[in-house]
């Protein structure tokens, strides 16, 4: 027999769950901020149980490690929380809604701000495209999106912010918008639509998907945060660990005049475009290349060569191609990769001449 409960009893029930995630979250925000406060000690701490002297090549490296690690997860886990509970506000079909009938220009600016504030990494950011498109979005303006999303998202500016400052990362917030925009306007003006494969063209004449979905209670909001944080964290850890080792190892073993002579701000016209080249192949997202990109620059490397080897790993990826094939035909593909590409390097040598 089913059973009814009174409306005000349902509205008590409600409000006791809500209560219960503020008093859990609450705790877990006191745990981490207590945690965070102790990264010190507790790396030294971890050091000290390896018999290792800090003043030595692995012994730096193992500290910068025991440190960086945990705060990085530490960080990561509570802006990707915090994404996941925004994600609830701003949703693929309401992403999709905003962007649909908008021109170049003004929807370039408007698409590469929507891939800062919502939550979808070069994975998700490609299927995104596909529905983008179905929905009455301009290629170009996609294209500012699809840019922005994967290279310039909430996590790295996050992390940029904690572990290099605020100038730097208000530095990239800047870049990573102008590359996105410049190229979504270049590629917007060249027309290129008859470059996308045709099965993806033949949703453009599709009916757009329309979403019922009620507006989420907090609670739900809550939950959809604790599973983004299984997630992306679950995919992401083993990268950043990699990525925070081998900084560890540039930071403790490769010589500080070894990074001048290649990354340096002296070192040549010929470094920026290297160090593009560099992260075209590799794999990586922005979160687990920030370690990276923190022993670079502590070891003398110029800030605009090592930004745009970030954004070169992070927005033009080789994985993320070859997916970007299923999608667009080879000639888009070129255009794509080589109008970002000059936009990278630009930005390289722009910051390396003025700062």
């Not at 886990?77 to 996941?84: A, K, L, N, P």
């Not at 925004?86 to 600016?109: D, K």
């Not at 604790?226 to 083993?238: D, L, N």
């Not at 990826?317 to 888009?332: F, T, Y």
């Amino acid at each position: 027999m089913k059973v009814t409960l009174p409306p005000a009893e349902i509205i008590r029930y409600k409000s006791r769950i809500e209560a219960k995630w503020f008093a859990g979250l609450a705790l877990a925000a006191l745990i981490v901020t207590i945690a965070y406060a102790n990264l010190t000690p507790f790396a030294n701490f971890l050091l000290s149980l390896t018999r290792i002297e800090p003043h030595t090549h692995l012994g730096g490296a193992l500290s910068f490690y025991f440190f960086e690690a945990p705060k990085v997860i530490l960080l990561l886990i509570g802006i990707v929380f915090i994404m996941g509970v925004i994600q609830t506000f701003v949703s693929p079909e309401r992403t999709r809604t905003i962007l649909s009938g908008r021109r170049l220009g003004a929807g370039n600016v408007l698409a590469a701000g929507l891939g800062i504030v919502t939550p979808f990494c070069s994975c998700s950011a490609i299927p995104l495209f596909i529905g983008f498109l179905q929905a009455g979005v301009p290629l170009g303006v996609t294209f500012s999106f699809l840019i922005s999303a994967p290279m310039v998202n909430e996590v790295a500016l996050a992390m940029l912010f904690a572990m290099l400052g605020w100038k730097i990362a208000a530095i990239y917030l800047g870049l990573g918008l102008a590359v996105a925009i410049i190229a979504g306007l270049t590629i917007g003006a060249l027309r290129m639509e008859n470059s996308l494969e045709d099965w993806v063209r033949a949703l453009q004449h599709a009916a757009p998907i329309t979403s019922g979905i009620e507006r989420p209670t907090w609670p739900q909001r809550f939950e959809s945060g604790v599973s983004h944080v299984r997630e992306i964290v679950g995919k992401v850890w083993i990268f950043i660990l990699l990525g925070i080792a081998i900084g560890a190892g540039i930071h403790g073993y490769v010589p500080q005049s070894f990074m001048v002579s290649v990354m340096g701000r002296n070192t040549g016209w010929w470094s920026v475009p290297a160090a593009v080249l560099i992260g075209v192949p590799m794999y990586s997202n922005a979160a687990g290349m920030i370690p990276i990109v923190q022993a670079l620059l502590g070891k003398g490397a110029a800030l605009g060569t090592t930004l745009a080897f970030m954004m070169s790993v992070t927005g033009l990826s080789a994985p993320e191609i070859v997916i970007l094939r299923k999608v667009l035909k080879p000639r888009l593909i070129a255009t794509f990769v080589g109008v970002l590409t000059i936009g990278i390097v630009l930005v390289g040598y722009v910051f390396n001449t003025v700062l």
